[in-house]
């Protein structure tokens, strides 16, 4: 951190969380974009975002490049060795969305021996594996969804935050959450080991956010509910 300015690792290409308004050439915006920009304001703190592709986001922190990651950094064991983390600022489970005329998915033991369509890198395809669910393999959430609605698949597995995003934009998409982990996943800022002064700096900041319901506002503003918490 120089000059008071943060430098802030982000994709540009990760919506809703950071991206680009219209046809991508717009403002660079989004859930996390908004939440280290209030952040910022507390800090009374300018802030660079350089946009960095993820395979290649974890090398330039290490490289001294920025200051920290937001980008919906999921905390997991791997990470914590390695990496410091600010108190998380998103909590979400995963879930099994269904159309929503089938009542014959409640639980995830109910995905034994249906067909669920899933990324073969995710983690929801382990998930759905390991509830010993039959694998359509796709690129992404949109392929799954539009398999789920031709009924070529029972359900799908999934972040929640990615099918609330799907029904603030969409509206009505005939579709419903039939279950949800009991574990939810937790996403932070990430930082190189020797930042534990601007974690700490920046932990005080969220927490005012959260009190005064700025993290809440922004996150009904995407999600239209709070996963802040």
Do not use: C
């Not at 791997?78 to 269904?98: D, H, K, M, Q």
């Not at 983690?123 to 393999?137: F, G, M």
């Not at 939810?184 to 700490?200: C, N």
């Amino acid at each position: 951190m120089t000059d008071g300015t943060l430098t802030v690792a982000t994709e540009g290409t990760y919506r809703p969380f950071s991206f680009h308004e219209g046809d991508g050439a717009g403002a660079l915006v989004g859930f996390d974009v908004e939440i280290i920009e209030a952040v910022a304001e507390k800090l009374d703190l300018d802030i660079k975002f350089e946009e960095t592709q993820w395979d290649a986001i974890f090398a330039g922190l290490d490289a001294g490049r920025f200051d920290l990651i937001a980008n919906q950094v999921t905390i997991n064991d791997e990470r914590e060795a390695n990496y410091l983390f600010s108190e998380p600022y998103t909590v979400s489970p995963g879930v099994i969305v269904v159309n929503a005329d089938d009542d014959s998915i409640t639980s995830f033991d109910d995905l034994a021996g249906k067909t669920t369509a899933q990324s073969l890198t995710s983690n929801w395809y382990e998930l759905a594996t390991a509830s010993r669910a039959k694998v359509e393999n796709v690129e992404g959430w949109a392929q799954a969804v539009s398999l789920l609605k031709q009924g070529r698949v029972d359900a799908t597995v999934n972040d929640k935050l990615t099918f609330l995003d799907y029904e603030e934009t969409e509206g009505d998409t005939g579709l419903k959450i039939a279950a949800e982990t009991d574990e939810a996943g937790l996403s932070a800022f990430a930082f190189t080991k020797d930042k534990q002064d601007l974690v700490d700096a920046i932990d005080g900041a969220l927490a005012e956010l959260r009190e005064d319901g700025t993290l809440a506002e922004i996150s009904e503003k995407y999600f239209g509910a709070d996963v802040t918490e």
